[in-house]
């Protein structure tokens, strides 16, 4: 095979996986360590991947890489659908529920289809609390649905609230389930995300609630992203869609988490 076709296919696995390693493509192609490292120097110079120790990720796993809101919108849609409606089926039935719907794009999905819940009784209410402008405007026609949003700054890229206001307020409240999207989740690192801010509100959301689910599809597993907002062991439930790698089921298994693959 050229270098051109191993260049070619390299991209692709790094397309596809997210992270390829540096043994795994010496025993693919047939070729010693030092050529993989030769041809992963090459696609790096040509901005195709970055190399880390042992091999390298795609642009788009690095530490601070986010897509807009708008972006996340059109990915992964028939994933984020089977997940919203595994999540949906984890809120109870009874006379007062309160759920806490982080921002993002899979929290959106839910949203989209609690704006047409309906008691299942005369006098059940259910109390949703959002940091999300488009979550909070999706459910704000709902008659039967009650809503708070809740104050601070607003962050352009993801239309989350974010900040001391928000944070302060959440530090106030005990609801009864957390829906949590992440960038990431991994087997050392737990539930990472990009930004600073956002990961400080996140944190104070699984610090509120009784118990967090967090909504990642398959893309998220294995990732890392700059800031931790939670460790696995706070998380309760990952409703995810394709089942964990090895050293990552280990470690939700270790963590008391229950995995739903929806």
Do not use: C, Y
């Amino acid at each position: 095979m050229f270098a051109e076709e191993r260049h070619q296919r390299i991209a692709e696995l790094v397309g596809a996986q997210g992270r390829v390693g540096v043994n795994e493509l010496a025993d693919l192609f047939s070729i010693t360590q030092e050529t993989v490292r030769r041809d992963l120097a090459s696609l790096e110079d040509g901005r195709v991947l970055r190399r880390v120790h042992g091999g390298a990720v795609s642009l788009d796993r690095l530490s601070r890489s986010e897509p807009s809101l708008s972006e996340r919108q059109t990915q992964h849609l028939e994933e984020k659908q089977r997940i919203a409606a595994a999540a949906l089926a984890l809120i109870p039935h009874t006379q007062t529920v309160s759920i806490l719907l982080d921002s993002g794009s899979t929290t959106a999905a839910l949203a989209d289809r609690l704006a047409d819940w309906t008691p299942s009784n005369n006098g059940d209410e259910l109390l949703a609390i959002t940091n999300s402008l488009p979550i909070a405007a999706a459910l704000g026609g709902s008659s039967h649905l009650l809503l708070d949003i809740l104050g601070g700054r607003v962050r352009g890229l993801t239309s989350a609230v974010v900040g001391a206001r928000a944070t302060e307020q959440l530090g106030a409240l005990r609801p009864d389930i957390a829906f949590l999207g992440t960038n990431g989740v991994h087997a050392d690192f737990g539930l990472s995300t990009p930004d600073p801010v956002e990961a400080a509100t996140k944190t104070a959301m699984v610090r509120a609630a009784r118990q967090i689910v967090i909504l990642a599809d398959a893309s998220k597993l294995g990732a890392e992203t700059l800031v931790r907002f939670a460790t696995l062991e706070e998380v309760d439930t990952l409703i995810t869609t394709a089942a964990p790698a090895p050293d990552l089921a280990v470690a939700l298994a270790a963590a008391g988490v229950e995995v739903v693959l929806a």
